[in-house]
């Protein structure tokens, strides 16, 4: 492993809360070390551009020896996939509300050509208020194109997400923008409406050739 990634509660010198992401690099693969460093800076760069309701607050960044340490807002109420285990399937008055925030989430990283890439219940986290927010921005990227279905030339290839949220195009590396996004927001739907992943019981070629 390159990395090691821990995330904390932390307490500021003002008395406020808040998350704290942690990655300690492997400083004995230089070349490994860059990438991951290359890669949690990208990460930073992106969620700097980003200020929706909807969408988890970057509030800064520390780097000390091999450690990064990137700041966010703190979201007490825990992630939609932890909600649903500790009380179930959603009432459909519930889901409704927690789907129209995840859309508007999504669609205002979409107007700014960011697809986000793992979007599921685990990656929307649950204000005390009802308020969601989207989070963990790892894999999300930002497409040179602000056209909404993008061109050949601007679509993603790599494999990123969860793979029971994956669209299929993403499972058959065959090109993928924020269409992709949309299919896995409707398997957290379904995730929030049925207390389970979608086609939770098929592995991962089974997944594909359902599709």
């Known amino acids: 492993m390159s990395i090691s990634l821990q995330v904390y509660c932390g307490l500021t010198s003002q008395g406020q809360l808040i998350a704290v992401k942690q990655v300690v690099l492997d400083t004995s693969d230089q070349l ?4 991951e460093y290359q890669k949690l800076q990208e990460e930073v760069d992106l969620l700097k551009t980003l200020k929706h309701i909807n969408i988890v607050t970057y509030l800064g960044t520390c780097l000390e020896d091999s450690t990064v340490s990137i700041f966010m807002e703190f979201v007490p ?3 939609i996939s932890s909600i649903i285990n500790r009380f179930g399937p959603l009432p459909e008055t519930v889901l409704c509300k927690y789907t129209k925030q995840i ?3 999504v669609a205002y990283l979409h107007s700014n050509c960011v697809v986000h890439r793992d979007i599921k219940g685990n990656n929307v986290m649950l204000m005390p208020n009802g308020v969601v927010k989207l989070i963990d ?3 999300a990227r930002r497409l040179a194109w602000a056209g909404l279905s993008g061109t050949h030339s601007d679509l ?23 269409k992709s996004d949309i299919w896995s927001v409707g398997c957290t739907v379904f995730e929030m409406a049925t207390g389970k992943p979608p086609l939770a019981s098929m592995d991962r070629i089974a997944n594909e050739d359902s599709v």
């Open 137 to 139: 921005f790892g894999c």
């Open 77 to 79: 109420g825990g992630s």
């Open 156 to 178: 993603l290839k790599s494999v990123h997400g969860t793979p029971y949220w994956m669209a299929p195009e993403v499972i058959s590396e065959s090109g993928y923008g924020r």
């Open 103 to 105: 859309l508007q989430g």
């Open 32 to 35: 490994t070390t860059e990438k």
